[in-house]
């Protein structure tokens, strides 16, 4: 459970650290509501029998699904004042099919202050048992100072 009352500032952060795990459990569930949240209702994404039919190995997550692991993990890391300025590029590598779970993570590569921001680069992946599901891949945020 992410403790939003505790924010990130720049002044905390170090190339080197670690941006800590965060699990999503593939389920039927999910996958459901999300394909109807995005409103993307191909049936590989939730009817295990036409994405088996597509070669998938069972129903899977969606680019938006996993798009929304990555900006959870960057959120609970960042804290409710960061700002995510660019996620990405962004590669899929495999399916990350129901009952999988799914971990996003990563590290910060680095952090520097222009135009008045203080940037950090992270580099995020999500990885599962069958190894690689995402990225890894870059996200820019913008984190506030301590000195206000």
Known sequence: MADWSKQRFFEDVNEG??????TFNMTVQRLVIEAGANRD????HHNTRLA???GAPE?????TFVLG?????VREYIGLDGKIKKL?????RTFSPVGEAVVCGGTVKRK????????VELEIQATHSKGVASGPGPVVVS???KGG
Do not use: K, Y
């Not at 129903?59 to 680019?63: L, Y």
């Open 41 to 44: 209702f191909n049936p590989v």
């Open 59 to 63: 129903m899977f997550a969606n680019n």
């Open 112 to 119: 520097w202050q222009e135009g008045g921001e203080n940037l």
């Open 17 to 22: 650290d670690q941006v800590p795990d965060v």
């Open 88 to 92: 990405g590029p962004f590669r899929i």
């Open 69 to 73: 692991c990555w900006e959870r993990t």
């Open 52 to 54: 088996e039919a597509s």
């Open 143 to 145: 984190l506030p100072s």
